[in-house]
């Protein structure tokens, strides 16, 4: 997130001066690497599905433009698709939200139990009451993009500093400094939270609290003996998302009930007591399926609505942006939210993506902005 914002602040504004503060520039425990690598346009609300109509081409685009010295970007961008499905009693906010992005141009297909069934011939259907199809969605590399971006960031004039934040000043409602580890004191006119799943500890520095704490999820390689035909990445109510990678599959079923905490433990029954379950039963193939390896990794799950916090004014500051609280989409969101948010820095206001409804007022103001239907 803070090296997409690098590269479009300096995009933008090619003279200004902008460094990146690497907490751990190994990335070894960061969310990226980590992450499955879905992009997709399937959202309720209008700013989370403008961002993806912004972010995928961007990410189509990606071996091109972020490019350096003659040298392509590849993050292997795959157009797989997209599909949710739901039960009958859930119809209904799919429907919603499959008018919604309609509305806002997405490549969209409603289908019925027997249309699903005749596309995807492995999958049970029976419990289904509809799916939304989003063709041109699909994944890719994580950890290829966050190498991308930081290259293509750096070249154009960003200076990554490999030190960890300690502490924060703060005078008359702004940020004055970032100090490091090693006593670095960095003072700059305007701050950026993209810490992640760190987030709530750069805030503490600051001395407020933010409600994005750290949430642990899986991810799981698993294969399958037998022949399934190709599949889209699949999401359905019971939170089981997975898609194709290589010979097999690589997904989950990430949970609201995992306590929080900068926790990087593996749970091996998890698969078998929780996922293989569900795979088996929407999959039937799937009963013979192996799990070759479980990654863990952290949402920086915004406890107060789901959505991410973008924008200035946490506690006041007014020169501090936050940009973090993404709960898993922040890697599908990167590029939007970093085009929108050098907007806001550069000229002052949203031009490309309206975000100003995921700003901090809505915290202040108690009125969460929720997804609706599965996310």
């Not at 690497?33 to 989370?48: D, H, I, K, W, Y």
């Not at 685009?61 to 003659?70: I, L, N, S, Y």
């Not at 005749?118 to 969605?137: Q, T």
């Amino acid at each position: 997130m803070g090296s997409a914002l690098a590269y479009h602040l300096l995009r933008m504004s090619p003279t200004m001066d902008v460094t990146v503060l690497e907490r751990d520039s190994t990335y070894q425990f960061a969310s990226t690497p980590r992450a499955s690598g879905g992009v997709r346009r399937l959202f309720s609300l209008p700013e989370n599905i403008e961002l993806s109509n912004y972010s995928i081409p961007f990410f189509e685009r990606f071996h091109q433009d972020m490019a350096v010295e003659g040298f392509s970007a590849d993050i292997g961008f795959t157009e797989g698709g997209y599909i949710f499905i739901v039960a009958p009693g859930d119809t209904d906010v799919l429907k919603a939200n499959y008018d919604t992005q309609r509305e806002l141009g997405c490549n969209v297909h409603w289908l019925e139990p027997d249309e699903i069934k005749y596309k995807f011939p492995s999958m049970y259907v029976d419990d289904l009451g509809a799916a939304v199809h989003s063709i041109e969605d699909g994944w890719l590399d994580p950890s290829s993009v966050l190498t991308g971006l930081r290259r293509k960031a750096s070249a154009l004039g960003a200076t990554y500093l490999k030190e960890n934040v300690t502490a924060m000043r703060r005078s008359a409602g702004r940020v004055t400094a970032a100090v490091t580890e090693k006593g670095t004191v960095v003072e700059a006119e305007c701050f950026v939270n993209a810490a992640g799943a760190w987030a709530k500890d750069i805030c503490g520095m600051l001395d407020f609290k933010v409600s994005i704490e750290p949430l642990r999820r899986f991810e799981h390689y698993f294969e399958c003996q037998d022949v399934i035909e190709p599949l889209p990445y699949v999401k359905d109510m019971e939170r089981l998302a997975f898609r194709p990678e290589g010979k097999g599959y690589t997904g989950g079923v990430p949970t609201l009930k995992e306590p929080r905490g900068y926790n990087f433990e593996v749970d091996h029954r998890y698969f078998e007591d929780v996922v293989w379950p569900a795979l088996a039963h929407r999959f039937p193939k799937f009963e013979s399926t192996k799990c070759k390896s479980t990654m863990s990794g952290l949402y920086d799950q915004n406890d107060f609505d789901g959505n991410a916090i973008i924008g200035p004014g946490a506690d006041g500051l007014g020169n501090f942006h936050m940009l973090a609280g993404f709960s898993g989409h922040g890697l599908m969101h990167a590029p939007g939210c970093g085009q929108a948010l050098a907007e806001l820095i550069v000229n002052g206001r949203y031009e490309s993506i309206d975000l100003s409804r995921l700003g901090w007022n809505r915290l202040l103001e108690n009125k969460p902005l929720r997804e609706r239907g599965i996310i």
